[in-house]
């Protein structure tokens, strides 16, 4: 595979008062021309921080320490501020959870979408507002010309998300981060959102780092999973790998939280246990505290990653072939 964005053995920790905590723990990835991989965890899993890692907009507190991030050539860990402008938002752009925190409430739609084609794309007014009403027409947004003289605030949640994604598009970028595009909309927009970036994404080619908690999303929209546990990668494979032959007991988890089709949300089997602490990480597995099946080893080492394809790796002391055979449990209703 052409691979575009390489991070490679990537570190980052936090610096705090408390000292330092690992929220990204040696992961490595690579992203393909036109795919979608998806990076899935539960909420402190180091999931955002990859992905603000390589848009390089990390807190103050946070510091790359060590790893490479390879796009196109560059290495974007250690690009000057200057030229990773040039990239972010053109080449590389981003996807918010909560798009009243990407627009700016008090500028017009208009306005926000033609900034980003006159800074980045040298457009005038003119081509910039012709372009605007077409991006709106893109992303679904009936009326686009009226829409573009109004303020965030007055449109509802799943249009602002439309706005957010047409700004992302704006310059036909060749990766697109999206960090829990639909965790703020309702389920119905949330499909129709999906949908949406779908359908862009097959027209443009583009390719996408999906983030998110929910392997529902993945199911509709991933080519390639990785799921993240304490700032770890702990397995990774295709979707159909990941959800027909997972074999970290982790994933095993997710899949069986996972809501099934007229099931409640509350009926859900949340993995017993909490994440360990990323500032005094264990030695060994970083799941040993909550896993059902671990052996005295988990404790003492981490395990190394098994090769199951050539696209399925899982890092868990089960697939020793010194360990005892272990089934991996069904949820209940499959
Ligand atoms: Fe569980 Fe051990 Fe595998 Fe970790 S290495 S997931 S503790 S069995
Ligand atoms: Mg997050």
Not at 73 to 94: D, F, H, N, T, V
Not at 145 to 172: D, F, T, W
């Amino acid at each position: 595979m052409n691979s575009l964005l390489e991070v490679k053995d990537l570190q980052v920790s936090f610096y705090t008062y408390a000292g330092e905590v690992q929220a990204v723990r040696d992961v490595s990835f690579s992203l393909g021309k036109g795919e979608t991989l998806a990076i899935v965890g539960e909420s402190g899993s180091g999931k955002s921080v990859t992905s603000k890692s390589i848009m390089r907009l990390l807190a103050k507190s946070a510091k790359i320490k060590n790893g490479s991030i390879r796009f196109e050539g560059k290495e974007l860990a250690s690009l000057p501020e200057k030229q990773m402008q040039g990239i972010r938002g053109k080449e590389i752009s981003m996807i918010f959870q909560d798009p009243m925190t990407s627009l700016n409430p008090t500028m017009t739609i208009g306005r926000q979408i033609t900034e980003v084609l006159r800074k980045h794309r040298n457009m005038g007014r003119d081509e910039a507002a012709k372009r605007a009403v077409e991006l709106l027409n893109q992303v679904g947004i009936p009326n686009p010309e009226k829409r573009l003289k109004q303020y965030p605030h007055q449109l509802s949640g799943g249009m602002r998300q439309r706005v957010v994604i047409a700004i992302a598009l704006a310059c036909n970028p060749k990766v697109i981060i999206a960090d829990e595009p639909t965790t703020a909309l309702d389920v119905t927009i949330q499909a129709q959102i999906l949908e949406l970036m779908n359908r862009l994404q097959q027209q443009m080619e583009t390719s996408i780092i999906l983030i998110t908690h929910d392997l529902g999303v993945v199911a509709h929209m991933a080519s390639r999973v990785a799921v993240m546990y304490a700032g770890k990668i702990v397995e990774t494979g295709t979707v159909d790998e990941i959800f027909y032959e997972p074999k970290h007991p982790y994933t095993w988890g997710l899949l069986a939280s996972m809501p099934k089709l007229h099931e409640k949300s509350e009926e859900l089997l949340a993995i017993p246990g909490t994440p360990p602490d990323l500032s005094d990480p264990p030695k060994g597995c970083p799941f040993a505290a909550r896993c059902p099946y671990t052996m005295e080893i988990c404790y003492e080492q981490m395990p190394s990653y098994t090769e199951h394809s050539g696209t399925h790796q899982a890092a868990c002391w089960l697939q020793d072939s010194r360990a005892p055979k272990v089934e991996r449990p069904l949820a209940g209703g499959e």
